[in-house]
């Protein structure tokens, strides 16, 4: 009986629908998965701004190193340097505005977070063919 009742449920389409989702998660490139983890750090950084969670900026790290590794590629990889250091410096100086207010330091912060992780893989990149030749 079990067994009747397992079977059932496993044809279900919520059940078909998972199977499904899987399918498609593990089908996606590395390319799609960078994009919506760019997507995802976008959103956690403003919406960190509004709603501060402890684990805001350990998330927006950890995707944006995966953004990193990959996403960036060999000739992109001297021009997203150089924004990644735009955006730290625009982060720093609005950091120090108190006009501003807290919520846009905030997101500006976690943006810089996001984007010196990114930074960090395509740096020892170069760091790595610099060094090898």
């Known amino acids: 009986m079990n067994y009747e009742l397992h079977r059932n449920t496993s044809n279900s389409p919520q059940s078909l629908y998972r199977w499904f989702h899987i399918i498609y998660l593990i089908d996606m490139n590395l390319e799609d998965l960078g994009s919506w983890g760019f997507l995802a750090i976008m959103g956690l950084a403003v919406l960190g701004g509004f ?28 021009p997203f340097l150089v924004a990644t250091l735009a955006i730290a410096g625009a ?38 063919e610099t060094g090898k030749n």
């Not at 501060?52 to 790290?61: K, N």
């Not at 500006?108 to 893989?121: E, K, P, Q």
């Open 51 to 78: 709603i501060q969670w402890e684990w805001t900026m350990p998330l927006v790290a950890t995707l944006g190193l995966i953004v990193g590794f990959t996403n960036i590629s060999k000739s992109e990889i001297v």
């Open 91 to 128: 982060s720093a100086i609005i950091a120090n505005l108190p006009s501003v207010g807290v919520m846009l330091n905030i997101i500006f912060r976690n943006l810089a977070v996001a984007a010196g992780a990114i930074a960090i893989i395509p740096a020892l990149k170069v760091i790595y």
